[in-house]
């Protein structure tokens, strides 16, 4: 491996999509995991007081070729399209994926009417995944870097796996709880020093004025409306997922005990008192734009929704992962929407439904960490 090349191995807690033809899994898409990565720098970048374009606009950055050194071009750019490209300029690093274990899809469900809906969400007008595979396992990503500012690069790089795999997800369809990781290698990625350090810098850079800034981006993927919170689950108050009737998709994965594909009950629908949208309405007595403003615009029933008026989900539900011989780990997290929420506001209203959804004696909040934190301290809160 050249000076210029690092490596980051990754163990899959809940197996990873990055779609492909047809939006189906047929291979670790690096441009899905840098997609993904690019969505989270932006929320972050944003949070830290700098500007992040939308590169699928017409106001997205793009270079001139006028400009005669780097500086006039960072003057150009965002800080997000400075590290991952734009018009004129580009990535200053590249991405090879080596050894990416696949595993079968599947999904667990309390109702059975769910089922119709995860066929068809995640295999279209087939409505049948059995077939369908999700890689899941130790994933290796080596990166290679441009030979200019390296040290900025590896430093932002670091940094935002280290924030991923601690606060949220990767990879695509993050709110079907998709993309929990742990980092294996280098150790060092999962100290909290390097997620502080890279963001540091970060902030130092924006504050210098070194990138471009433009107008300010009306959208809660900002990193100061963010929220994450860990709890821990007791294996019993998950039994319904553990039955076979509750089981979708290919049989081999039935005895799949390691992690629990159910955050679509969990978020959305489920029986009893599981799903937060179904809790927010009938319980909470929410308004429907309000909670499609916070967990995504769905249909109802007698309407149709083109593709443009969908949205997805601004707070993800993981799939539980096995933790212990009878515990799991669940992680919420998500981005409050400023008109109708403050991230504390959103932080009890996950620990309200929590309290709602799972008996006190069967979960337990190890986490609660605010994005606005982050940015006070540069570190987290707990």
Excluded at 79 to 96: A, E, H, N, Q
Excluded at 325 to 344: E, S
Aim: glycine content about 10%; proline content about 3%.
């Amino acid at each position: 491996m050249g000076e210029n090349d690092f490596t980051v191995k990754i163990k899959t807690l809940t197996p990873l999509w990055t779609g492909g033809v047809e939006g189906r899994p047929d291979r670790l898409h690096d441009t899905g995991i840098i997609g993904s990565m690019r969505w989270w720098y932006e929320a972050i970048v944003r949070g830290l007081g700098g500007y992040a374009c939308d590169p699928t606009s017409d106001k997205g950055c793009k270079l001139t070729g006028k400009e005669k050194s780097d500086k006039e071009r960072k003057k150009n750019m965002c800080p997000v399209c400075y590290l991952f490209g734009c018009g004129g300029w580009k990535r200053r690093f590249r991405l090879y994926i080596e050894d990416a274990p696949t595993t079968a899809l599947h999904f667990r469900t309390s109702i059975n009417m769910n089922k119709n809906w995860i066929n068809q969400v995640f295999d279209g007008e087939n409505k049948n995944i059995k077939n369908l595979k999700v890689f899941h396992g130790e994933i290796t990503f080596k990166f290679m870097l441009e030979k200019n500012d390296m040290d900025y690069i590896r430093s932002q790089l670091i940094m935002l796996f280290s924030f991923i795999a601690k606060y949220g997800g990767l990879g695509a369809k993050l709110q079907h709880g998709f993309g929990q990781i742990q980092i294996l290698e280098p150790k060092s990625v999962n100290d909290d020093t390097l997620i502080n350090k890279g963001l540091e810098e970060l902030s130092n850079k924006i504050q210098a004025d070194e990138f471009y800034k433009g107008e300010k981006v009306n959208t809660p993927y900002n990193l100061g409306n963010f929220v994450c919170l860990d709890y821990d689950l007791q294996q019993s108050s998950l039994t319904k997922f553990m039955q076979e009737r509750a089981h979708i998709g290919n049989h081999s994965k039935l005895q799949e005990k390691g992690y629990l594909p159910c955050a679509f009950d969990l978020r959305y629908k489920g029986s009893g008192n599981f799903g937060m949208r179904n809790w927010l309405e009938n319980t909470k007595k929410w308004k429907h734009r309000e909670i499609n403003m916070l967990m995504g615009v769905s249909e109802k029933k007698g309407e149709k929704l083109t593709a443009k008026d969908r949205a997805a989900s601004r707070i993800c539900f993981g799939m539980p992962y096995k933790l212990g011989i009878d515990n799991y780990r669940l992680r919420i997290f998500g981005f409050t929407p400023p008109d109708i929420l403050k991230p504390n506001d959103l932080k009890t209203l996950c620990e309200e439904y929590m309290h709602y959804a799972f008996s006190t004696d069967h979960y337990n909040l190890v986490c609660a960490t605010l994005g606005s934190d982050i940015i006070k301290g540069l570190g987290g809160a707990q």
